[in-house]
């Protein structure tokens, strides 16, 4: 399983939300097993909720991405979609600089 650092900063992140947290942070090895941690960090601003995630590799730059909607599950969401795009791209990056 990942390491998993979740951080509130102004605000209150249920125990539902930090356990979909951690979920999405054991599927995203998955996508790059180069994955090591993740740090969530969630904030809000007004009346938007904003969930960002800082996936830590070995050997390469760290992914950040950020979500944000009208509840933390929707930032979440949004996130999830983030990491897993930005994760699918650098791996097939490598794939194709190892084949050529």
Known sequence: MTPTRITAQGCEISQAIRDHAEALAALWPR??????????????????CTAEAIVSRRR???????????????????????????LRRDRAKRKEYRIS
Not at 60 to 86: K, N
């Open 31 to 48: 996508f790059d097993p180069a994955t090591m941690a993740v740090s969530f960090v969630f904030q809000t601003e007004g009346r938007t």
């Open 60 to 86: 390469r730059q760290p992914v950040v991405a950020r979500g944000r909607g009208p509840d933390f599950r929707v930032a979440m969401d949004e996130l999830d979609g983030h990491v897993r795009r930005l």
